[in-house]
């Protein structure tokens, strides 16, 4: 299957620092991007939808101003959480799909990067 | 009520057991149906995909029900590793063209020695 990277796999930060991840497709190009965020024995939840070329989407209560995403290229998107608190220390993860749209595209899961704020 | 909802578990079954795990969501819109696998602290890692007509691979079979919106991995002869959280995914497309996954909270089995 195909590679997703992100970078970096873990960080620790002071709260009130910007902490930027990367999220690269290797082998593939993809036009969409998803970052999800996960806090301990909770499951998957999708943050932003990031769009090669356009502004991503947020999901209901994600504050965009906070969590900034740049899809700049086909295989390169950001995700920068701005004057981190605590409350943000989680688990973030991306994945890119399959070109295409086909109903059983596969996505593929980056490793994640823990973020913990102190 | 979640998109998507699970037996939270947790599954503690023998080896060689046989473990079923129920998964049923609110979207009738929804396209397409998985299972993923996943590791403490790893990223999931998709399992199988779930067909209207049912499928199995070796252990593991999976089924759907569009009508009653419910979906089931059975997992025969359990082994050690696969000890995991065991995640119910299901799939539209969003806005645009982006296929968008929603994860159900996970279904937690550890296997015995």
């Keep these: 299957g195909a590679v997703v990277s992100q970078h970096p796999s873990w960080v620790i930060c002071k709260s009130g620092t910007s902490v930027k991840i990367e999220c690269r497709s290797l082998d593939f190009q993809a036009t969409t991007m998803f970052w999800y965020r996960q806090f301990p024995k909770q499951s998957l939840m999708l943050m932003a939808t990031s769009n090669e070329g356009s502004k991503a989407t947020y999901e209901q209560g994600v504050e965009k101003d906070k969590f900034l995403i740049n899809h700049a290229s086909l295989t390169l998107s950001t995700l920068t959480v701005t004057s981190a608190h605590p409350e943000d220390s989680s688990f973030y993860i991306c994945s890119a799909g399959e070109p295409g749209t086909g109903a059983y595209n596969e996505q593929f899961f980056g490793p994640g990067t823990r973020l913990t704020v102190l | ?113």
């Design chain 2, 1 to 113: 009520r979640k998109e998507v909802e699970q037996d939270p578990g947790p599954f503690n079954v023998p080896e060689g057991a046989t473990v079923a795990f129920n998964c049923t969501y609110s979207n009738s819109a929804s396209q397409s149906f998985f299972w993923y696998r996943q590791d403490c602290r790893k990223e999931p890692k998709l399992l199988m995909s779930v067909y209207s007509s049912g499928n199995e691979d070796g252990r593991f079979t999976a089924q759907l029900n569009r009508a009653s919106q419910y979906i089931s991995l059975l997992i025969r002869d359990s082994k050690l590793s696969d000890s995991a959280t065991y995640l119910c995914v299901v799939s539209a497309i969003s806005s645009g063209s982006a296929r968008q996954l929603t994860f159900g909270s996970g279904t937690q089995l550890t296997v015995l020695p």
